[in-house]
């Protein structure tokens, strides 16, 4: 069975710090991992899409990486603002259609100022 | 260029009624996605349409529940006869069509969801 999971659920730190998001996956015949933020009552914003032939993307603060022999993703956020203050989740893509994507519960993420 | 527009935001049914909720896409996206998001539970995937076609419908549950993207109009998503399990967020999202390599490389955007409650 294909399933995500992210560790921890929920984490808190001050602004400021780095930190590191991990996500895991059960099948490493994945096709791409994605990474998203969820703000409380909104929709999801993909932040990092990762091909399979691909080891890691960065955009701005965000570095994530992928690691297809272990199962694992890690998705790495620099000097933490509060506003970074989100649930984030992956999803995997095992190439069944475009859109059909296995998600992980996702990490509350708490940056205090 | 507008987002993935979903409607109703909140909707409240009584067990046994109806409920439709709408979707449209971000222009020039034909490829659209419904998910369910359960209390305390990651999102599952549900459906995947093109317009007038159902192309994955996986995630599905095989009673009550169905989904359409007609050749003109948003996708909805119905569900009859709701019950209490049937509470959730319903999220849509769309996708633009595959580049010519085949590759996904695209990214989909999602909607800011349905918040369907049955009471």
Not at chain 1, 17 to 37: G, H, K, M, P
Not at chain 2, 60 to 79: C, D, Q, T, W, Y
Request: positive net charge.
């Amino acid at each position: 069975k294909q399933e995500v999971t992210q560790i921890p659920a929920a984490l808190s730190v001050p602004e400021g710090e780095n930190l590191v998001l991990n996500c895991s996956f059960t099948d490493s015949a994945i096709y791409n991992l994605q990474w998203f933020r969820q703000d409380p009552g909104k929709g999801l914003t993909s932040l990092l899409l990762i091909q399979s032939s691909q080891r890691e993307q960065t955009s701005g603060r965000l570095n994530a990486s992928l690691d297809k022999s272990s199962g694992r993703s890690t998705l790495y956020i620099a000097a933490s603002q509060p506003g970074d203050s989100a649930t984030y989740l992956c999803a995997a893509n095992y190439g069944g259609s475009q859109g059909n994507l296995i998600f992980g519960k996702g990490t509350k993420l708490s940056v205090k100022p | 260029n507008a987002g993935v527009m979903q409607n109703p935001r909140h909707l409240v049914r009584r067990r046994g009624q109806e409920a439709r909720l709408r979707c449209s896409p971000m222009k020039g996206h034909s490829h659209v996605y419904w998910y369910r998001q359960l209390p305390e539970e990651g999102l599952k995937f549900m459906v995947y349409l093109q317009k007038e076609n159902i192309i994955d419908e996986s995630g599905m549950p095989k009673e009550r529940f169905s989904a359409e993207f007609p050749k003109e109009g948003p996708s909805i998503l119905r569900i009859q006869q709701v019950v209490r399990g049937d509470s959730a967020a319903y999220f849509c999202a769309s996708s633009p069509p595959y580049g010519p390599t085949g590759s996904t490389g695209n990214t989909i955007y999602f909607g800011e969801g349905s918040w369907l409650t049955v009471v």
